[in-house]
């Protein structure tokens, strides 16, 4: 489904897709039944967001399918891990809950972190409202440019903007926030926390894309990211060199001043076979996300900023049982700055 790419450099093509195919097979959540996110919707959308239809899937997970402006009026899901004791419908004492937003990364989509790791079994957060939003295949966390016409898809004003206020009023949310994620969702944390000061209160990227303006080798494989399914790549922030602001406003290295003043937790291994590995198992891709977030890590301490945790653990490819066990080892940070278990 990726044979034609004309805006991608031809040498570079087998290479780009290779690394698309390997992250579908290693990304995409195994769980039957899931959902696909973005069915057209008839009739006119409403302004904003709302939800159409509620399911409960499991034991605290609650999905809702949401009807969103920002994204065209098309319908996608939101999984909920609730907390002890949430009652959304009980408004004359409803509690407005410390809130963990997890962001999934490519190829995977909103139920990705319940399906792939035991966050739903983590007792940590039976305290916490933990929210997973759909962010397309290939969504980027980002209001795409569409060659300066913007418009649908905006992940980033539908998250942001329509879906916080949507938890907020409605489901039980806090305004007391922090938010992780892995691959693509690693730098969705970074760039939420970064370019809406003071909606996080700390922020964790596991395996994510750091610095994607790094060098060619970055640019050209976020650029066949951009590529997948056959997407114009253009479409999401342009071209690296035409469009290089649009490209700055969402790479973290150059929002590192705005990190400075939360918490900030770095994880990534060296591509090469660790120990969560099957045998000879290796990763260009986390090869390069390992060097991005060196560079980020190495801007922060630039900056001043006072609260970044790096656990650059060396040996290790860019899949779930890494992801897990840094969800895990960053937890008692995210939560700290919650407030959760003092």
Known sequence: MFANIPTVPTPLRARL?????????????????????????????RPGAEVVAVTRVADRQVDLSVRSTALGGRTVDVRLLTPDGWDPNDRRHRQHWPTLWLLHGC???????????????????R??????????????????????????????TFHTKELRHLLERDWGAGSNRVVAGLSMGGQGALLYA?????MFKATAAFSGSAHPLLNEESIDRIMGFFAGQGNDPLRVWGDPVAQRR??????PFHLAKRLRSIP????????????????????ALEADFNRQNHALAAELERVGARHVTTNFYGPGTHGWAYWERELHASLPMLLGALGVGD
Not at 112 to 117: A, E, H, V
Not at 194 to 198: D, E, F, K, S
Not at 267 to 283: F, I, Q, Y
């Open 17 to 45: 897709l290779l690394v698309l195919a390997v992250l579908l097979a290693v990304l995409a959540p195994t769980a039957p039944g899931a959902v696909a996110a973005g069915k057209p919707e008839t009739g006119t959308a």
């Open 107 to 125: 190829c995977g989509d909103y139920t990705s972190w319940t399906s792939m790791t035991d966050v739903a079994e983590t007792d940590s957060l």
């Open 127 to 156: 305290d916490v409202l933990v929210v997973m939003p759909e962010a397309g295949w290939n969504g980027w966390y980002s209001d795409w440019w569409n060659h300066g016409q913007g418009g649908d898809p905006a992940w980033e």
């Open 194 to 198: 970064a370019r809406h000061p003071g």
């Open 246 to 251: 649009i490209w700055q406003a969402h790479d």
């Open 264 to 283: 900030v937790y770095l994880s990534c291994g060296d591509g090469t076979t660790g120990p969560l590995d099957p045998p000879g198992a290796t990763s």
